[in-house]
């Protein structure tokens, strides 16, 4: 028997913002007899977590955010006496907190969950015999007691012990030192994860680390990585994973890079599969972009850690791959100053350049001087045709040819345009098409001719099977005789870099790849960025988060295409979700 009845009523005028599922729930609190005003804020709550947020604040100064209407306190006092509304200590559809947060269910189920666990975690934790680790620390370090790297002298030191651990900082500033089991949410990320994994494992035996730490270095695994679906068993059938308490993961340490896209559901599925005896290391820099699902969980969690001076955290200031000039820009934006921006632009010289680029015929004068720029590189290298060559002869030409185009691929990684928004006139899809117009032009490739040498590609669904991910930028070269593949960077078996390739008909779902959406450059990192904003200041996309994502992505040179406005609006609007997950915590 359900204590809920039904109920017919006739459907007022929703909210235009809504969408079709902001109105079904609002229809089904009326249809399962809850009042005129549960329906409107459910159907408030639902437009909110779409929007990341993972409750809905009714009063106070955070409320009317969305455009919902803020409750007065007899209005909250009713809602607290519905039969759908709950406190979260039972089950029931919605919740309402003591502060007045107003949650969708699962929402208030994943963030206790993850409280509880983070808790168990910190409580668990022992503090490592610091003299006994000394040695070996010395030893990882080529013994450099310097301030550059104390803070990952004491990231090493602080995770011994411990059953979760998280290390945040910006770009270059050595957050994947320390890795032994892999795992990252999206899989471009795990990519990147294991070639730091050899990159790093290679540098330590070049720096002459004793031989008796060779089998540590041979047991940290760095052939495969797997996204956090995949680690989890994802079964798209049931919307869940295959792991979980009852069957949880055989690692003993799992790390997980780029958690800033870890959303709130993710998370609490992480934390069901991993034992309570492993370790969970949070990697991740938590100024970046946010999940684009709900919650902000990794910044919600180094705010209860900061809180309370955890020895579970540590943050890594200082950059080992972007210039001074840049640091300080991506320090400015970071901290939304914009006189400090200004400051370290001008101070940048020639090295970051801002483009007032405020109308159509400006962005077509800087897309078009892009593409000769590009076109300029070393994109469209001649491969050797394989033809009726022996099985012997065959491996050594695709070798060659890898190699060639794992160096295309670097060339084409010296340049990339980022762009706020994917669609609309100053969008990542209108800006490939004027590129790619221009490209033709100076290739000599006809207009109508979809795939040609040197057009760059990116991924936009994972297939597991092709060992292709969302995110994985390829070329496509041409042989001798024209014959024409894809391009994707790998790890060769020496530990070097080459390439492997694919039948333009073979590859997954895939746009083209000469601009791209910040959100679609997290975990990536290129020579030279340009940073592509909207002209219109009040536009929903710019934040600081986003800016900083963009900015933070340049190793060497940077281009702001943008007006003052738009920049100062982004500096001014860090993005803040509400939610509760920080309250539990604390």
């Known amino acids: 028997m359900t204590k809920y009845t039904f109920t017919k009523f006739d459907a007022p005028r929703w909210p235009e913002a809504w969408s079709a599922l902001d109105r079904a729930l609002a229809a089904w609190v009326r249809t399962h007899g809850g009042s005129p005003l549960l329906a409107q804020v459910a159907g408030w709550a639902s437009f909110a977590d779409a929007a990341g947020d993972s409750a809905l604040p009714l009063s106070g100064e955070a409320a009317g955010r ?27 559809a919605f919740v309402l907190d003591a502060d007045a947060r107003f949650a969708l269910w699962r929402n208030c189920a994943h963030e206790t969950r993850i409280a509880e666990q983070i808790r168990a975690r910190l409580r668990a934790g022992e503090d490592a015999d610091a003299e006994a680790l000394a040695d070996a620390i010395d030893a990882l370090f080529q013994r450099n007691r310097g301030t550059a790297v104390q803070r990952q002298r004491d990231a090493v030191a602080r995770v011994v012990g411990r059953r979760l651990f998280v290390l945040t900082g910006g770009p270059g500033t050595g957050k994947t030192t320390t890795v032994l089991a892999v795992a990252a949410p999206t899989g471009k990320a795990a990519q990147r994860l294991v070639q730091s994994l050899r990159a790093g494992k290679d540098k330590l035996r070049a720096d002459g680390l004793p031989r008796e730490w060779e089998t540590v270095l041979a047991n940290i695994p760095d052939s495969d990585a797997q996204t956090v679906h995949r680690l989890l068993g994802y079964q798209p059938h049931r919307n869940g994973f295959a792991r979980g308490a009852r069957d949880p993961l055989a690692a003993d340490v799992v ?32 100024d970046q972009l946010t999940s684009i699902a709900t919650g902000s969980v990794l910044m919600d969690i180094l705010v209860s850690l900061e809180r309370i001076d955890a020895v579970e955290l540590v943050r890594l200031e200082t950059s080992f791959r972007t210039t001074p000039e840049l640091s300080a820009i991506n320090r400015a934006v970071r901290e939304g100053q914009g006189e400090a921006l200004n400051a370290a632009l001008e101070a940048a010289g020639a090295l970051a350049l801002q483009h007032r680029v405020d ?44 190699e060639r185009a794992a160096i295309a691929l670097r060339a084409l990684a010296q340049r990339q345009l980022l762009c706020a928004l994917r669609e609309d006139a100053f969008g990542a899809l209108a800006a490939n098409a004027r590129i790619e117009a221009q490209l033709r032009r100076c290739w000599n490739v006809d207009p109508a001719q979809v795939w040609y040498p040197g057009r760059a590609v990116l991924i936009t669904r994972n297939d597991y099977a092709a060992g292709l991910f969302n995110g994985d930028v390829g070329i496509a070269l041409a042989d001798a005789d024209g014959a024409l593949r894809v391009w994707f960077e790998t790890a060769s078996s020496d530990g070097g870099v080459s390439a492997r390739s694919f039948a333009p008909a073979a590859l997954p779902a895939h746009e083209s790849a000469f601009a791209v ?17 909207p ?52």
């Open 359 to 402: 109308d159509a015929a400006r962005l077509r004068t800087r897309l078009d001087r892009w593409a000769r720029e590009l076109a300029a590189l070393e994109l469209r290298p001649i491969l050797e045709p394989v033809g009726d060559a022996t099985p012997a002869a065959r491996v050594e030409i695709e070798r060659r040819n890898g």
């Open 255 to 286: 790390v997980v890079d780029e958690a800033s896209m870890l959303d709130l559901a993710m998370l609490h599925s992480l934390l069901d599969a991993v034992r309570e005896d492993a370790v969970l290391i949070l990697v991740g820099d938590a």
């Open 66 to 92: 969305h455009g919902a209407p803020a409750l007065t306190l007899e209005e909250i006092a009713r809602l607290r006496g519905e039969a759908l509304v709950g406190d979260g200590g039972v089950p029931t």
């Open 517 to 533: 959406t910040i959100h679609k450059s997290q975990g990536s990192e290129y020579a030279h960025v340009a940073v592509l904003l």
């Open 535 to 586: 002209p219109d200041a009040q536009s929903a996309i710019l934040s600081r988060q986003l800016l900083y994502t963009g900015v933070s992505r340049a190793k060497t040179s940077l281009e702001l295409w943008a007006t003052d406005a738009a920049l100062a609006t982004a500096l001014a609007r860090p993005i803040a979700r509400i939610g509760s997950l920080a309250a539990r915590l604390s």
